[in-house]
């Protein structure tokens, strides 16, 4: 057996949250008196606190299963290192098993307390990014400024592998050693993302070992990479080549993927008979094309969807459809069978359609020097149009004519062949094709309460996203949901008349409307009243925050808003000062972004118009180095302050009547 290091710098890995380590609670490894007294931190001067070492022992030398074990040792510094560290929670996935969880502390005048087996419990976690994860919890006791902590656990996968298994080798602290012990089945080759010169190497009881020294640690940062493309990690897989060759790679596959789905998207006689009723008086490719993605989105029911109204007994119990007839006349199908469909009624319309693969840009950036299919997260239907390919994926239900969802954006395509496999780049839509599109009419009494109508409608990527979010919810949790987001900008308002409309519609707009009042939104002193008109930004938070940065800043699609706003004025008040906001020029920003905010004043001086014109985004601008970091936050600190700009009002002076 012999382990084939594959080196590639960019990457990213879906997480397998690995957790292990092993035996009786008796027979811990001793402690060496210079980690006891040790006082200030090896890797980060910083730190809190730091791992002495972490140790990951991979046993994949059985068929039938894969287990790991984790040993983890921590030294804490600080008291705020005490709070971080005393909880411990350990990921797991719901395919695996945790057992043999034991831990100590050992404190600075070398006195251990144990761990009992009573004081771990089942818990979920959830991340910055907003993923739930479920947990083994503990709160360790005796734990303070100088003591280490010191944990264990094995976890099992039954029926698992380690091939296509991701190891990540950076933790929420820095790490002064990080070891992996492998004992593989067979042919098991690996890559490395950002590990250096790092390698496995032979070590004793047919385990080879990987290891990392001065490890920093892992910090989530707001709008960043996903996580596998900015970590330390290896990826693990079984292969019988030495070194395959990248070109034959995909070329070899790109042909096996056309000849496994060519007959699931087999236009036949059936499906060319019904494709004249759904194209009908449509005379363009492009009108051609609408009406048979939208036909697949409405009339087939998504049996892979959350909102789809199925448990999971009824899925199980619905017989698989065998071919695209069977998906038309059954009228219902999983995300593959409605995308072969599509492809089908497509190629029974007269275009060249091809089934297509790429990256999924929520997991990885892809490319194709990643020479494994385990990579290609994302698949969907390519359609040749004129000169060009265009990319279609009617299962994503929300997701609008023209358009991939934002994870299949700005990706190496592969589109399958019989003979030589094509290579094309999908495109980012464009900041106009995803809008928030907000209307407000509304009236400022005297003491500063603003209350009126509200209309905001969402499409392209925001709206797919407000669809996917609400769809499984009920209707009280979605009015839930609406009061949430307009209370944490401002906490006094009060929502009444909710209405949420087009939910599950496929192409309608994501629609909000409410009535809303809120009791101080202009500021009262004396006869003057302070007022935001940004009402859809007022009480907003900074975009960015933090004075520095680690991570390149990330936005995962483009998008633009529309504002149209007009408040009317409390009797006996006028303009004071009303000077609109600065613009933020597209021209200075290279066409990235732009801000432009109008307001003006009916005739008969009662009513303020307010319009605002936001985009971000421009020449599929969405990723940015850490090092434009200083000048992305100042850009973004610019847009707020315009978001907040605040007019005067005055109130008029009475006259003494005679």
Known sequence: MKLIPRLFPLAVVLCLALTAPAASADDWRPINPTELTLKTPVVDKD????????????????????????????????????????????????SSRIKDIAARVIKSDGTTVELKKDDIFDSTLVKLNGLKVKTKSFALPGVEPGAIIEYRWREVFPGGSANRLRLHFQRDIPVQNVSYYLKPFAGMGYQLFRMGDAKFVKDKDNFFRLTMNNVPAFREEPRMPPENEVRSWVFLYYTDQNKPDVEKYWKDLGKALFEVTKDSMKANDEIKKAISAIVGDAA???????????????????????ASGLSADEREKLKDNKSPWDTLKNKRGTDGDIDMLFGALAKAAGFDARYATSGNRSDMFFDRTLVNAAFLGASFIAVQVGDKWQFFSPAE?????????????????????????????????????????????????????????????????????????????????????????????MSTAELTDIKIENVTDPIKPFVYSYHVRVPGYAQKTGKRLFLQPGFFEHGGSPTFTASNRRQSIYFPYTWSQEDNIEIDLPEGFSLDNADAPRPIDPEMTQHITGQSVKMAITKDGRTLIYKRHFFFGGKESIIFPAESYSALKQLFEAIHKNDNHTITLKQATATASN
């Open 47 to 94: 730190a809190d606190a730091e791992a002495i070492f972490w140790e990951v022992r991979i046993d994949d030398s059985q068929i039938d299963q894969i287990g790991f074990n984790h040993h983890l040792r921590v030294k804490v510094f600080t008291e705020r290192g005490k709070e971080l560290q005393s909880k411990v929670d350990l990921q797991y996935s719901s």
């Open 284 to 306: 363009t490719p492009e009108a051609k094309l609408q009406r048979i993605y939208d036909f697949c989105r409405v009339e087939i029911k998504n049996i892979s969807d959350d």
């Open 397 to 489: 239900t929300y997701t609008p004519f023209g358009m991939l969802g934002w994870p299949g954006e700005g990706q190496e395509v592969l589109i399958t062949d019989p003979k030589a496999p094509i290579w094309a780049k999908s495109g980012i839509a464009l900041p106009e094709k995803s809008v928030e599109k907000r209307s407000a009419k509304l009236h400022l009494l005297p003491d500063g309460t603003l209350e009126g109508d509200v209309r905001i409608e969402y499409t392209g990527h925001v709206g797919a996203e407000k669809k996917e979010y609400n769809d499984d919810d009920s209707p009280a949790q979605r009015e839930a949901t609406v009061i949430a987001a307009v209370n944490r900008r």
